[in-house]
């Protein structure tokens, strides 16, 4: 892609496409590189254009990966409202949760950089765009907890919905350490240390939706 081409973009719909290639580029230099090498100039490589031009489009490299993260938040909800459409047991609802997370690593480790990394660098007007969009995401995760457990009050699938975004956060970088820490933690002394994400969602989970399910 060369510069003149990329400066023809003006429509509306040249100006998404142009978009949706700057995220497809991000998307393949994390699976690539990992979150900590993902840079601008990097995204800018890989998408075929200058750091420059990304501006256009994106104020920060933390744009890029809040939108791939509402994208990712979005499949799993797709997926929840697929799978919940009707009244389930807790311990169903909270199996197909933690699946749902699991299966999506990518996701896990945006919300566990989320208020820490990712709203760091980006101005007002993007971070509320953000968080109208994680607002209406809630929404939709409280709406298949109501399905799941129907007799629950609105207020209540919303607050679990936030707790289960707080445990995904805290729980994800404890499961998958990295560096001396994975080597040290693999002594079998510091087994107490070591849980398996899904599992430990799964189980953490069944207490969050007891509570607002009325069964505790």
């Known amino acids: 892609m060369t510069t ?4 023809r973009a003006r429509s509306p719909e040249r100006k998404q496409q142009r978009r949706d290639e ?8 994390l699976a ?6 993902t840079s601008l100039n990097a995204i800018a490589v890989e998408a075929g254009m200058v750091k420059s031009n990304i501006y256009r489009y ?5 744009e890029i990966l809040l939108r791939l993260m509402l994208r990712d938040l979005d499949d799993l909800l797709d997926s929840l409202e697929q799978a919940i459409r009707q009244p389930f047991s807790v311990a169903e609802v909270a199996a197909l949760f933690a699946k749902g997370f699991a299966r ?8 566990s950089q989320l208020s820490t990394t990712l709203e760091r660098n980006v101005t007002g007007d993007v971070l509320r765009d953000i968080k109208m969009a994680l607002l209406a995401a809630g929404g939709r995760a409280a709406g298949c907890l109501r399905t799941a457990f129907p007799d629950i009050p609105e207020e209540r699938g ?9 445990l995904v956060a805290g729980q994800w970088p404890m499961s998958n350490p990295t ?4 080597t040290l933690l693999a002594e ?6 070591n849980h398996d994400f899904e599992t430990f969602l799964r189980d953490a989970l069944v207490t969050v939706f007891d509570g607002i399910a009325g069964t505790r």
């Open 4 to 7: 003149e081409l990329f400066q």
């Open 22 to 29: 700057i995220l497809r580029a991000a998307s393949a230099v």
């Open 32 to 37: 690539r590189d990992g979150f900590d090498a």
């Open 58 to 62: 994106f104020e920060s490299r933390e």
């Open 104 to 111: 999506r690593p990518r996701l896990c480790q945006f919300i």
């Open 158 to 166: 919303l607050h679990a919905t936030q707790l289960v975004f707080s």
């Open 179 to 182: 560096g001396e820490l994975q």
């Open 188 to 193: 079998p002394q510091f087994a107490a240390f």
